[in-house]
């Protein structure tokens, strides 16, 4: 590091309005370096500790992205041209570390301010343009928070609406099975009664327990058929109760059918209760088949209420700590079955997924923010109809997960800009343009992963990397 003259001071556009004051007391705060081509003045993610200002020589500013990759400006040589800790002003409310690398690419002067020095300076010298400038990007951040509140607050309501259609189906379903379960259990006690009214031995009847409880484990077990078979099968049976003398025989028919009640079944329970009995029987046997399978739409329509919300609890991750090791593919899952009631019949969903990819460390409810985002998008680029693909994979370091769509795709001449904050292609009131941003915001920012998008018409990839190990 070597003093600089305010006369050198003086002839950077970045400096000539400035007194001879002025330039010694900076001057005085900072230094010159000496660069070597090739070599990094300053590099993107460390500290923010300086304001470089070129002096002599030839530099190149170099930025990372997520959805460009590696991204080099021209080179320039005009002596002023400034990086590095350029927002040192706002303090701890600016970037702590740099938000892009300084590579010279000739022998290279630069004058190094530190950029504590370089914020006491501009809040001393320039208070109106400090405060002007602290007001955009204070107000610029606070607005940019408020949408994406705003934002969150809407997802979470269009998935609460579709979380609630979803409940309310098996809901229902439950509701009218009950209804349907009082009107057999009662008629079912009548019939027994009238069994027992009529005489039916003890013995015989445990047989026809038995027979019931048989029936009732056959339930949903009997292997399938065509429907012309199901109905040969209920025309045969029928027949052969009428042949017995039992009312409403093709009544009875369809519910001993299913369970794989035939012929023969008739003639074992006629054997069992005997003749004067087997009207009755077969009547509270086939009230009972069907009580049971009641039950079975209860049971299937409570679980199903059940996986919902054990999904929404999954997705929400209202009980778990917000950092921890996680299961991607149950992340991945809970967030399909939240969007289940947004998917149109004409789109398929196919997952595919490698299930040697080990838990990984992570923000699990901002994680599903990240798929949510991907999902919707996929999904309103597609439209009524197209195929929804994620999938999974790892290499050494990272996790990998693809959301693919059919739709559009994206225009090559805004692939670069997808990622930017505001910016949408939606019309007016039906984006934010916040989404892609937040997504990487997550990924990048929390995670220290990458966010990358690849498209052509018909087949659009977002690429998500996570890290495997916690750094």
């Known amino acids: 590091m070597s003093a600089i003259d305010i006369d050198e001071l003086r002839k950077l556009f970045l400096f000539e309005r400035l007194d001879d004051a002025q330039l010694t007391k900076l001057a005085g705060s900072g230094a010159v370096a000496e660069f070597e081509p090739e070599a990094y003045i300053i590099r993107q993610g460390e500290p923010a500790e300086c304001f470089a200002v070129l002096v002599e020589g030839e530099i190149q500013m170099v930025q990372e992205t997520v959805s460009a990759g590696t991204v080099a400006m021209p080179r320039t040589s005009q002596p002023g041209v400034y990086g590095g800790a350029t927002s040192a002003y706002l303090g701890d409310r600016g970037p702590q570390t ?11 002067r630069m004058f190094m301010l530190p950029a504590k020095k370089f914020a006491h300076i501009v809040a001393e010298w320039f208070p109106m343009a400090m405060h002007l400038l602290d007001g955009m990007v204070s107000g610029g951040r606070m607005q940019r928070e408020v949408i994406d509140r705003r934002q969150r607050l809407t997802a979470m309501g269009q998935i609460t609406a579709g979380l609630t259609h979803e409940l309310n189906n098996p809901a229902a379903a439950a509701v009218r099975a009950v209804d349907e379960l009082r009107q057999l259990i009662r008629a079912s006690r009548i019939q027994l009664a009238q069994l027992a009214e009529d005489g039916i031995p003890p013995e015989k009847l445990r047989h026809l327990i038995e027979m019931q409880e048989n029936c009732a484990n056959a339930v949903g077990t009997i292997k399938d058929r065509s429907p012309l078979q199901i109905s040969d099968a209920e025309d045969e049976l029928g027949e052969a109760l009428e042949n017995l003398g039992v009312d409403d025989a093709w009544e009875l028919a369809p519910a001993l059918v299913g369970v794989g009640f035939d012929q023969a079944g008739v003639e074992k329970i006629t054997t069992k209760v005997g003749r004067d009995h087997v009207a009755a029987a077969l009547r509270w046997l086939a009230e009972a088949i069907e009580i049971s399978q009641m039950l079975g739409e209860v049971t299937e329509a409570t679980e199903r209420i059940s996986k919902l919300l054990a999904s929404a609890k999954q997705y929400s991750q209202m009980d778990r700590a917000p950092f921890q090791m996680v299961d991607v593919h149950d992340l991945l899952d ?13 789109i398929t969903v196919v997952t595919d997924y490698d299930r040697t990819l080990p838990e990984i460390p992570a923000y699990a409810g901002e994680l599903n923010q990240v798929w949510a985002n991907l999902i919707h998008n996929a999904l309103d680029a597609m439209g009524q109809e197209g195929t929804l693909t994620i999938r999974t994979s790892h290499d050494e370091d990272e996790a990998i997960v693809e959301i693919g769509d059919t739709g559009p795709g994206v225009p090559e001449a805004i692939k670069d ?46 690429e998500v990397r996570l890290p495997l190990r916690e750094s």
């Open 334 to 346: 809970s967030t399909v079955t939240i969007f289940r009631g947004k998917i149109k019949p004409g």
């Open 417 to 462: 800009r997808i990622f930017e904050p505001f910016f949408t292609t939606k019309a007016v009131g039906e984006g934010t343009g916040l989404g892609l941003d937040i997504s990487y915001r997550i990924v990048a920012g929390r995670h220290g992963g990458e966010l990358k998008c690849r498209s052509v018409p018909g087949d659009t990839w977002f």
């Open 98 to 108: 740099y938000m892009h690398s300084l590579r010279a690419t000739a022998p290279t």
